[in-house]
């Protein structure tokens, strides 16, 4: 039941450098995009979120970028920093239901 | 503004015996998602509820799993006869009514164990 592709399973970036996690969805009934955060033994949080009618959305260091004839999106983490260590998750929300479905998940590390 | 609350944060069970877990959504929420984390692994949709109504259940298995969320009090997520492979982290979310929010606001979570 994966309708939504993520990739890297793990990411190592240095401080500083730029992290970027891509996924892809085949329903094109899926109109609401978050990026959800989440540290060991908490629960995930959300991060940044974006609609198919923009292609890039921007939140401080946080940048969602959407192509919608490809399927795709990818999250970007400018100036990564070791605080950003987590495991990150995209997701995706058909527009006639409430039900959301998860990507696999990325293991960011951020070295300091 | 409490968040979702979930308890408890950790239980352990025997093979064989019922596990319940709770979750108490955010203050005005009428929405409950359930979703199972397994190790290294995403989460994956269980149910959906409303207010005594189970609106989508879709992801739960056939058997020994069941949830509710009655008119007064947490929703609870049930499995009975537990098994090794329930071993998981169990997250719940909740979001407002009405389709103007989209966000999910999702608990600590529930480490079950079975032994």
């Known amino acids: 039941q994966q309708q939504v592709k993520q990739s890297p399973q793990s990411l190592i970036v240095q401080k500083g450098g730029i992290s970027i996690i891509n996924c892809a969805y085949e329903n094109t009934a899926f109109d609401y995009f978050p990026w959800y955060q989440q540290f060991p033994g908490k629960g995930p949080a959300l991060l940044i979120a974006?609609?198919?009618?923009?292609s890039e959305k921007k939140e401080g260091r946080f940048t969602i970028s959407f192509n919608k004839s490809a399927k795709q999106f990818s999250l970007h983490i400018m100036d990564s920093q070791p605080g950003d260590s987590a495991t990150y998750f995209c997701?995706?929300?058909?527009?006639?239901?409430?039900?959301?479905?998860f990507g696999a998940g990325t293991r960011l590390t951020v070295k300091p | 503004n409490a968040g979702v609350m979930q308890n408890p944060r950790h239980l352990v069970r025997r093979r064989g015996q019922e596990a319940r877990l709770r979750c108490s959504p955010m203050k005005g929420h009428s929405h409950v998602y359930w979703y199972r984390q397994l190790p290294e692994e995403g989460l994956k949709f269980m149910v959906y509820l409303q207010k005594e109504n189970i609106i989508d259940e879709s992801g739960m298995p056939k058997e020994r799993f069941s949830a509710e969320f009655p008119k007064e009090g947490p929703s609870i997520l049930r499995i009975q006869q537990v098994v090794r492979g329930d071993s998981a982290a169990y997250f719940c979310a909740s979001s407002p009514p009405g389709q103007g929010s989209r966000e999910q606001f999702f608990g600590p979570g529930t480490r079950l164990t079975v032994l």
């Open positions: 997701a995706a929300q058909p527009y006639n239901n409430n039900d959301m479905r």
């Open positions: 974006i609609r198919p009618d923009v």
